[in-house]
């Protein structure tokens, strides 16, 4: 009898912790291409049109650009877009001193085109795009040149914005225009690193973006 109750509540318990983990978490998603603005479930910025919206396009390969490229969308209500590398940039691959490494060789040929693992598919939707990036050698890392060349962005305002560690975005705006001559280039702006809400704000209401 001692036996048979014993079972019992063994049983009794497994059903009790199945029954916890099966509430543990939701089954995991893909990935959007684009991420929606925090401040609207549409994923439109707060008063932007179909058409109208914002887009904050970056590259980042240490989270620098990255952490700009987010404060910039929480300025705009925008929506954000990450350029993914089909092969991602190890630190070894960004060793500035090794002239063997792979960045360095890349922006020293202006033909390489580094693929890009995903794609945007909602472009019509942006009137506004802030290009976010890395100086890399005094330039735009050569998958910014990728990701110009894979759409018409013609027409489309562009705001580049950049992050480097002493470099100005000196040149590297003008040599994008080559791949979109037809649209509407502000002037660019570099940031240094943990650059701040207000600071960002600032230089995006001087070139028209917040309204």
């Known amino acids: 009898m001692k036996k048979l109750f014993t079972v019992l509540l063994a049983s009794l318990?497994?059903?009790?912790?199945?029954?916890?983990?099966?509430?543990?978490?939701?089954?995991?998603?893909s990935s959007q291409?684009?991420?929606?603005a925090a401040s609207t479930s549409s994923g439109a910025g707060a008063g932007q049109a179909a058409g109208s919206k914002t887009l904050v396009v970056y590259?980042?390969?240490?989270?620098?650009?990255k952490a700009l490229a987010n404060t910039c969308a929480k300025v705009l209500g925008a929506d954000q877009f990450e350029i993914v590398p089909e092969?991602?940039?190890?630190?070894?691959?960004?060793?500035?001193?090794?002239?063997?490494?792979r960045a360095t060789v890349e922006m020293r040929d202006e033909s390489v085109r580094p693929a890009i693992k995903n794609k945007?598919?909602?472009?019509?939707?942006?009137?506004?795009?802030?290009?976010?990036?890395?100086i890399w050698w005094g330039q735009a890392p050569r998958i910014i040149d990728t990701?110009?060349?894979?759409?018409?962005?013609?027409?489309?305002?562009?705001?580049?914005?950049?992050?480097s560690g002493s470099s100005d975005i000196g040149s590297s705006a003008e040599y994008l225009h080559r791949f979109a001559p037809n649209?509407?280039?502000?002037d660019g702006k570099r940031f240094a690193r943990g650059a701040s809400e207000s600071e960002v704000k600032q230089f995006l209401t001087s070139v028209g973006v917040v309204k």
Do not use: H, R
């Not at 291409?33 to 929606?36: G, L």
């Not at 590259?59 to 650009?65: D, E, R, V, W, Y």
């Open 120 to 134: 945007l598919t909602n472009l019509d939707q942006y009137s506004t795009i802030v290009l976010a990036y890395p």
């Open 183 to 186: 649209a509407k280039w502000q």
């Open 59 to 65: 590259f980042s390969a240490t989270g620098n650009t």
């Open 87 to 101: 092969k991602p940039y190890t630190k070894e691959d960004l060793n500035y001193n090794d002239e063997t490494t």
């Open 33 to 36: 291409t684009v991420k929606p």
């Open 147 to 163: 990701f110009m060349e894979s759409y018409d962005l013609n027409g489309k305002t562009i705001v580049p914005v950049c992050t």
């Open 13 to 29: 318990m497994l059903l009790v912790l199945g029954g916890c983990g099966g509430s543990d978490g939701a089954a995991a998603t």
